[in-house]
């Protein structure tokens, strides 16, 4: 099984930043896909960002620009920099990762997980 954990969240005054983690642990043995996403009470998850091509940075049009995804393989994490966050942005943010790991000696099963999410409060 995989496991994540998203290290990072909290209260952050309009203007400011915030990065956030996601740490994956378990029998890994790839990675297909990794994407954030958002949640506020009463309203669908909402994709946020995702790797883009060459190594670039996809994110949703209702964050313009202002969050970037990044990722350290070698560590299986992955980054959420949020900048010039304000209060729109208040939400429960959630990683989601896709991929394959080893159920058993010489045995691959597929996966996708969720992080547990982590609350990001905009707010003066």
């Known amino acids: 099984q995989v496991t994540l954990v998203e290290p990072g969240g909290g209260l952050v005054q309009p203007g400011g930043s915030l990065r956030l983690s996601c740490v994956a642990s378990g029998n890994i043995h790839m990675i297909n896909r990794v994407e954030w996403y958002r949640q506020v009470p009463g309203n669908q998850r909402e994709w946020v960002a995702s790797?883009?091509?060459?190594?670039?940075?996809r994110s949703a049009d209702s964050v313009n620009g202002r969050f970037t995804f990044s990722s350290d393989a070698a560590k299986n994490t992955w980054y959420l920099q949020m900048n010039n966050l304000n209060p729109e942005d208040t939400a429960v943010y959630y990683c989601?990762?896709?991929?394959?790991?080893?159920?058993?000696?010489?045995?691959?099963?597929?996966?996708?997980?969720w992080g547990q999410g982590t609350q990001v409060t905009v707010s003066s």
């Open positions: 790797p883009g091509s060459g190594g670039s940075s």
């Open positions: 989601r990762v896709v991929g394959w790991f080893i159920s058993r000696p010489g045995y691959q099963t597929t996966f996708v997980s």
